[in-house]
């Protein structure tokens, strides 16, 4: 049976998400209490649009129902931490029949790092496809749902720092780890990006998710983060990620049209000095709907304007992203979509 990852803009059935419980990413009451506000503005307004299950650790669904829609299902599962996008399942289709499967990556805390927790993340994938009642496709490969982004149509976009960390996938050369991932949700061609934003490779960083440097927007168009001010880091990086892409076809061999977007104008994190990497690619894309981190940003309607030209059809709203960005994500790390299921 051959499956295929269908595109992020495709009709979803639901969103999955992951409630923050007290981890080594929430050091204090404060900030999980910041967290869970910033978790469920996020689930409240994708609920606006289409259906939300949210999967609770043990023992907190009071938190959970004091700030969620009531619409909002809620599910109770052992957590260690709260990014649904990398820890959740990555559901594919079956060609012809639309089936659903669930492709279960091996997670490892984004590569072992020290502070991370992983023996009830590991397990999510399985649980939300037991859930979905589908069946799941186990992979060896070491990855997360923000370290791949697809068209749909055969492409699939890596970075070499995610998928070739010696912590994740040791030996791994391109060849075997883009067999593993064509095998495994459909595509044909691999374009591989050097690396991610500069502030993700910060204490609770990805070490370069694809996901809030280039995403695509529609088969041959892709969205890139773009950094304008020279002052920043990734001023550097988002050329050097433009001039990749720019010479790259799709699996479909049309050249890619590059859509840049900028940067929020703050460069630098007020607490601590570190370079933020605020980003509006890490966008949620929901049935009518496109959820863009906003930062209370000038930059911030400039974003939107490109989205709502892209996606003309959809609801562009901004949620304050600012909190899950101090966790070491955005919008589109803490949610992951359950496609509908049928040709």
């Known amino acids: 049976m051959t499956y295929f990852m269908p595109p992020e803009w495709a009709p979803h059935e639901r969103t999955w998400m992951a409630w923050p419980g007290p981890n080594p990413t929430f050091t204090d009451g404060e900030e999980l209490a910041g967290a869970r506000a910033a978790w469920a503005s996020v689930a409240n307004t994708v609920r606006g649009f289409e ?18 829609d009531p619409a909002v299902e809620l599910v109770e599962r052992d957590l260690d931490d709260a990014w649904m996008r990398d820890i959740g399942p990555t559901f594919v289709k079956e060609a012809g029949t639309g089936q659903l499967a669930a492709v279960d990556w091996t997670f490892n805390g984004w ?6 927790r992983w023996e009830h993340d590991s397990k999510i994938a399985r649980h939300v496809a037991d859930l ?11 990855n997360e749902g923000g370290g791949i982004h697809v068209d749909g149509e055969g492409t699939v976009l ?46 609770f960083g990805t070490r370069g998710h694809v996901d809030i440097v280039a995403a695509f927007a ?25 001039g990749v892409l720019s010479g790259q076809t799709d699996a479909q061999g049309r050249p890619l049209e590059i859509v840049e977007v ?9 607490d601590d000095g570190s370079w933020v990497d605020y980003s509006y690619i890490n966008h949620y894309l929901c049935n009518d709907g496109v959820v863009l981190c906003g930062f209370d940003d000038p930059n911030d309607e400039r974003a939107a304007a490109v989205f709502r030209r892209l996606f003309p059809s959809r609801t562009v709203t901004l949620v304050d992203a600012r909190t899950i960005f101090a966790a070491g994500g955005g919008i589109h790390c803490i949610t992951q979509q359950q496609p509908v299921a049928g040709a």
């Open 51 to 68: 259906p939300v299950t949210m999967v609770v650790g043990t023992g907190q669904l009071d938190s959970a129902r004091e700030l969620l």
């Open 111 to 116: 590569g072992a790092q020290d502070w991370a």
């Open 132 to 142: 979905t009642g589908v069946p799941v496709h186990a992979s060896p490969l070491v």
């Open 158 to 203: 890596l970075t070499e720092t995610v998928q070739l960390d010696p912590d994740r996938n040791q030996g791994w050369s391109k060849e075997h780890v883009e067999a593993e991932v064509h095998a495994r949700i459909g595509t044909s061609k691999a374009i591989w990006l050097p690396r991610g934003l500069t502030g993700d490779y910060g204490e």
């Open 218 to 242: 529609a088969p041959g168009v892709v969205l890139v983060h773009s950094q304008e001010d020279p002052a920043h880091p990734d001023f550097e990086v988002s050329r050097e990620i433009i």
């Open 262 to 270: 900028p940067a929020p104008t703050v460069l630098t994190d007020p």
